[in-house]
Nanobody
């Protein structure tokens, strides 16, 4: 069993930055960040391999968000810069299978609100 705990969400003005953290217990998995805005489906934002040597970004965040991990701390991060109001959502981290599609475990989510 793996538990994932997100932190770092909050309220920020457009153009600002936030860094989300995802602390995991148990074994190390590939890690993904997802988000869900009100009335919309949950979407993939970024993911990173368990070793940290492979990353993927959705087009909507490419060049603004950076995913990273520190396996010594069993923690993954999502650095979010140049935030836009459309980035407002609940952000979830997830432990992913090797296909980067199947979610093994979800975190509880953290709210990110970007004001214009």
């Amino acid at each position: 069993q793996v538990q994932l705990v997100e932190s770092g969400g909050g309220l920020v003005q457009a153009g600002g930055s936030l860094r989300l953290s995802c602390a995991a217990s148990g074994r190390t998995y590939n890690t993904g960040w997802f988000r869900q805005a009100p009335g919309k489906e949950r979407e993939s934002v970024a993911h990173i391999s368990w070793s940290g040597d492979s990353t993927f970004y959705a087009d909507s965040v490419k060049g603004r968000f950076t995913i990273s991990r520190d396996n010594a701390k069993n923690t993954a991060y999502l650095q979010m810069n140049s935030l836009k109001p459309e980035d407002t959502a609940v952000y979830y981290c997830a432990a992913l299978n090797s296909d980067y599609t199947t979610v093994r475990y979800w975190g509880q989510g953290t709210q990110v609100t970007v004001s214009s």
